[in-house]
């Protein structure tokens, strides 16, 4: 691997032990992936938040890291917690639980990391531009940024997101480079997508049939998706497979340039979507929390919610997960006052994957993500029912799944 001067610098620990830590991992990589050099990163998204997740363990190697002098050398956020930072005791979170989760966020605190803790901080200011590098680790933020975007990032883990933002640096192999970025297989979608959970139910098929490829789409009945559903689609595909980039005929920036499918790409036809909401969809018909918002919730989203609910009162628990900005925002404009007052909340530095749910009692949940429908099935052992957002809020207002 060739390392300029600067790096060399840094690898011999010139800038302390930390960076040269942090150096050692990412050149690491970089040799495991046989990458010929490193990139500087214009922004780095960190995982490995939530204390479910970390963990005891977890917390003392973040404090490591803190106690040692680490400091961020550009711009870096962090993925969700496992609560809301500010609102958890109204949220029900036992209090040893949000310690150590509070101990967490100010142990990146102190290395520079903004305590921004969301799965989309292309939502909240920090928008990566066509052909940035990233090193992003939230595979849903991942997805988006290289898709949507046109930005290049590999799905970082959380201790090589955290070595590459102390460094500025990451590791030049996977989709950094342009011919990985080569659609593998054409996805024909010959079905109506309306919904968001439409399209999350097509990014969990079609991310169990091509796991980490890159799909390129020819959506035959639609035009141009809305943001919200092109986040559903990449965090699902992301979740039943690896896909970190995928292809919109028409609508994504490398597919607008020119970008074309790799020599001997597979071709896929999607005429329905049963697959996709007969797997994610169970049968319990009591529901204790609808949980809206994985990923992260956007303004539309939200105002959607309060015009479904039309200010009647709820009959079960309502989240609606979103980043702090995004919950600020909704406040500013009566949206937030709105849900409340139907009983529902608005939480914000949170995902319902990461937070203690079965220690608080929920057993069946309901939502409109295929990602949030997996995980909570899969991770957590929860029933689940998936659907359109209108059913999630019937589900919410009478406190059964609709029929």
């Given at each position: 691997?060739?390392?300029?001067p ?5 690898l ?5 032990t ?102 989309t ?9 066509l ?187 309502l ?9 600020s ?60 957002l ?14």
């Amino acid at each position: 691997m060739r390392l300029t001067p600067e790096e060399e610098a840094l690898l011999a620990g010139d800038q302390g032990t930390a960076v040269r830590k942090a150096m050692e991992i990412v050149v690491a990589l970089g040799r495991i992936y046989e990458a010929e050099e490193l990139v500087p990163v214009t922004s780095v998204q960190v995982a490995g938040v939530g204390y479910s997740n970390l963990g005891d363990a977890g917390l003392q190697f973040i404090r490591e890291w803190a106690d040692s002098g680490a400091r961020v050398k550009v711009p870096a956020t962090l993925n969700p917690a496992g609560m809301d930072l500010n609102a958890w005791r109204e949220l029900g979170i036992p209090e040893e639980y949000a310690r150590r989760q509070l101990e967490i966020i100010e142990a990146y605190g102190t290395m520079g990391i903004a305590p921004s803790c969301s799965c989309t901080p292309y939502l909240v200011g920090r928008t990566p531009s066509l052909g940035d590098h990233l090193a992003w680790s939230e595979s849903s933020a991942v997805s988006y940024a290289n898709s949507v975007l046109g930005a290049r990032s590999n799905r970082e883990g959380g201790p090589s997101a955290l070595a590459a933002a102390i460094t500025g640096r990451t590791a030049r192999y996977g989709l950094h480079l342009e011919h990985n970025r080569l659609a593998s297989h054409l996805i024909e979608v010959e079905c109506a997508l309306e919904t968001v959970a439409d399209f999350s139910a097509l990014g969990y098929m079609v991310g169990q049939k091509v796991g980490s490829a890159v799909p390129y789409f020819r959506l035959k009945s639609h035009s141009k998706p809305e943001l919200e559903q092109l986040k559903a689609l990449g965090a699902a595909m992301a979740a039943s497979g690896a896909v970190a980039l995928y292809h919109i005929q028409g609508v994504t920036p490398e597919a607008q340039m020119g970008m074309t499918l790799a020599d001997g790409a597979r071709r896929i036809a999607i005429e329905d979507l049963d697959e996709g909401y007969e797997a994610l969809d169970g049968s319990a018909q009591d529901i204790d929390l609808v949980w809206i918002g994985c990923p992260h919730a956007s303004l539309i989203e939200i105002q959607e919610v309060a015009e479904l609910l039309k200010g009647r009162k709820l009959a079960t628990e309502l989240w609606i997960t979103t980043a702090r900005e995004i919950t600020s925002a909704a406040r500013a404009n009566g949206l937030a006052q709105m849900i409340a007052s139907c009983g529902g909340k608005l939480v914000a530095d949170a995902c319902i994957i990461g937070a203690p749910v079965r220690e608080m009692g929920f057993r069946t949940l309901a939502t409109n993500s295929a990602k949030g429908a997996f995980y909570l099935q899969s991770h957590l052992g929860l029933e689940v029912r998936f659907g359109s957002l209108s059913r999630c809020v019937e589900a919410a207002l009478t406190g059964r799944w609709p029929a």
